[in-house]
């Protein structure tokens, strides 16, 4: 029997609803929750996020503003342009769109982010509270991952957890999550030997590596849960996911589409996030 297919459009609408409800109480005390994106350049695949997030802060009744930024921007003007940001007491989320150039992909800029409105998670007291287990914002997408994991009624503890990818955003902060859970979890990266001798052990499988199709079928064991946080624009035009999806569905018990699985749950993370940092700096 093939994979069950896990909706995450359709989880996303109840976390949007629950938000929906907590603006218009904020918006009766006169308080619009606020939400910034700032994005550097202009990747094809972060400027269909950054405008999802937008929209979607709209549509919800929230204050939403995307600030864009060419490449060449100094290192002081972005930092620069963030201090005003934790200045201003109209803006209760600030959310640095990734990739960054080179140039600024500095632990100062993360550092930079005002705590209290940092909803992605970035600011290094944030990543350090998530490794103790303590709460604090963490970053949108491994937040959405647990909510579908949660969702589908999975028991964590004792569960082997495998995660393809190391990055500050997703892969470190989600396997943490899990290793507070309870799982066993292994971390694979570009330097891992033999990654399907890895994955072949993944009770859940996660894949935040960025190459369309890496995981295939022979790569994963049967029953094995599989989330594809993977998202490629093609020269097609259309996206593509790390999991080489029809394939490995025959294998898994249950699995994300691209798109429609976590992208849609990061997006209402993000905004899940920026009203619980309104309520918090407004004491509302």
């Known amino acids: 029997m093939p994979a069950k297919i896990i909706d995450g459009k359709k989880i996303a609408e109840k976390i949007l609803e629950k938000a929906k409800k907590d603006v218009r109480t904020l918006k009766e005390k006169g308080i619009t ?18 405008q999802k997030k937008h929209d979607k802060c709209l549509e919800l009744g929230m204050a939403s503003e995307i600030k864009k930024f060419g490449k060449k921007i ?8 963030i201090e005003k940001l934790n200045k201003d007491d109209s803006v209760h989320g600030i959310l640095i ?38 709460e604090c914002f963490r ?7 647990m909510r579908i994991l949660d969702e589908i009624g999975v028991k964590l503890e004792g569960k082997n ?23 066993t979890v292994t971390i694979c990266h570009s330097k891992t030997r033999n990654l399907k001798e890895h994955t072949l052990k993944a009770d859940i499988l996660i894949s935040a590596a960025g190459k369309p199709k890496l995981v295939k079928e022979n790569m994963v064991k049967k029953g094995a849960i599989v989330i594809d946080v993977g998202t490629t624009k093609m020269k097609n035009g259309k996206l593509y996911g790390d999991v080489d999806f029809e394939k490995v569905r ?22 899940e996030n920026t009203v619980k940092a309104c309520r918090e700096i407004t004491n509302a």
């Open 74 to 81: 100094t290192y002081t003007e972005f930092l620069f342009e």
């Open 250 to 271: 025959k294998k898994a018990s249950w699995i994300t589409p691209v798109p429609g699985g976590v992208g849609p749950m990061t997006i209402a993370s993000v905004v």
């Open 33 to 50: 929750p606020k939400l910034v994106v700032i994005q550097v350049g202009d990747d094809p695949a972060s400027s269909i996020y950054v």
């Open 161 to 183: 957890a495998v995660v393809i990818g190391r990055s500050n955003i997703v892969g470190k902060p989600i396997a943490i999550m899990l290793l507070n859970a309870g799982c």
């Open 97 to 134: 769109q990734l990739p960054l150039p080179e140039h600024l992909s500095h632990k100062q800029v993360f550092e930079t982010i005002d705590v209290a409105k940092d909803v992605d998670g970035l600011n290094p007291a944030n990543h350090g509270k998530n490794l103790l287990g303590k």
């Open 139 to 145: 970053p949108a997408t491994p937040i959405g991952i």
